[in-house]
């Protein structure tokens, strides 16, 4: 068999081997892709930047654990900020999955990293609630209709972070992470356009194409899949240098994705070079064949 | 549940699934049939305590779901909930071949329902603001005059790339001449479109396999 074809019928499992590869290597080596954040995740970071201490945001975990490597670095560089800043922050989720992925935040990070704070106070689990995009719909007509305690039962009123709250525009922002539907794109539609709170957050690399339209006039910023986390990481690491010794994910799983990417590109440029060059070498002994018959060449004399 | 024993159920159920990259297998079988069983159990639990018993149960008895729903103590009956309970249970007539046309009622509440409650918010986001968000100066200027060229090339591109999409979906005129090449370059804005979708889906399965080899990594640091 000829380079080209065997190029063009190699084996499958030796691309998934290569990619495995191009995966655990990196990890192993943990080499740093310095980041800069583009404009769109700047634009987030800027807003909570500038958010007076105390400012009620709303941050809602619009996924499960199947997306939690892209979103989980998001959600864990959003509260790192925002304890940061002193601001009050109400945990919420459309996925029941979700309630998870914010106990993972209530019950590892924050009473580990930010002791000092308390729940209730500092920040509140409102849970999952049901109903897709007529929840936040109900929410915003009238919140306590649909949210009248936390995760655990306790009223609303009972709790200092929630007792003032009575309405969506009580908080200040709305940061949704999002792996579908309802997500982000929701958010926008039911709370953004209608009651004006300005709307923004991550999304899984899937879904980041479909919310690209919405920014900048009715989305304020857009993490898109890792990259998108990773530069809000070394957003974070630039304004708080405090950070620079703590485990930043998204920055680790970007020397994966670095070598990956490189090993695809190269993978489809020599798919492409194989096919050229076996087309042009079947085109030029179809061309002999043709022309050793027309001139009486070749055959069986 | 044991830290140590979650690692291996983590680590043995990655590999069975990873098995399935070589060839089909029954390791392979056992632990999407276990992933599909663990969803719709988890969902169907999620439904009842999450939807039915709040949604409905405390609505129509309160004084009973107390204990389980917050706010439901000293709140009387709310008996309009007697409606959706009985469309609610029309869907179920589709379990039994002579009662199912029963169940096209409910479906008809559903459709109409969700389709009166999404079109004005989708006309809206959707549509109008986006066509707004579209209607933006070509040549962008700072407070002292001065072009911005990226600005200014930006929005070039956003506009002349919706007007060539927008025209290759024109089919009322035949795609020669002038509107011919126009539908061309919308072509070429597509193409652009789904490279970048598919660069974006690459990106995520890449997240989602370091994520996995990750828990592969953790477990075989717990053994050694």
Partial sequence: MRIPDSILQIDRRIIFLLIGAAVCIPLLLKPRFQDSPTPIVQSIFDTVERLPAGSRVFLSFDYGPDTAPELDPMAKALVRHTMTRDLEVSFFTLFPEGVGQIKKITDNLLPVEFPDKAYGRDYVNLGYKAGLGGAINTMVVNFRTLVNADAEGTPLDDLPITADVDEMVDYVIILSLTAGDPGLKEWIQFAGDIAGIPVMGGGTAVVAPELYPYYPQQLVGLMGGLKGASEYESALVDRYPAYRNATMEATMRMGPQVVTHVLIVLLVLLGNLAYFLGRAGRGNRAGRKGLAGRTGRGGQS | ?224
């Fill in chain 2, 1 to 224: 549940m044991d830290v140590t024993l979650m690692l291996w159920i983590d680590a043995a159920l990655t590999l069975m699934i990873l098995s399935f990259l070589y060839r089909d297998n029954p390791f392979y079988k056992f632990a999407e049939h276990l992933f599909v069983g663990v969803s719709a159990a988890y969902l169907m639990a999620v439904g009842f305590w999450d939807h039915l018993v709040p949604n409905l149960l405390g609505k129509l008895f309160p004084a009973l779901m107390s204990g389980v729903v917050p706010g439901a103590v000293g709140r009387s009956p709310d008996y309009y909930y007697i409606i959706p309970a009985v469309f609610g249970l029309l869907l179920l007539t589709r379990l039994v071949d002579r009662w199912a046309w029963l169940s096209r009622w409910a479906l008809a509440f559903i459709v109409g329902g969700a389709a009166g409650f999404n079109l004005p918010r989708f006309l809206d986001s959707d549509f109008i603001i986006q066509v707004q968000s579209t209607m933006i100066p070509l040549v962008v200027l700072d407070a002292s005059g001065n072009l911005i060229w990226g600005a200014s090339f930006s929005h070039i591109v956003l506009v002349l790339g919706v007007i060539c999409g927008l025209v290759y979906f024109f089919f009322s005129v035949e795609h020669k001449g002038v509107l011919g090449h126009v539908s061309r370059a919308g072509i070429w804005v597509l193409m652009v479109t789904f490279g970048a979708a598919f660069g974006y889906t690459v990106m995520a399965r890449i997240s989602l396999l370091t994520g996995r080899m990750e828990a592969l990594g953790a477990w075989l640091g717990s053994i050694f």
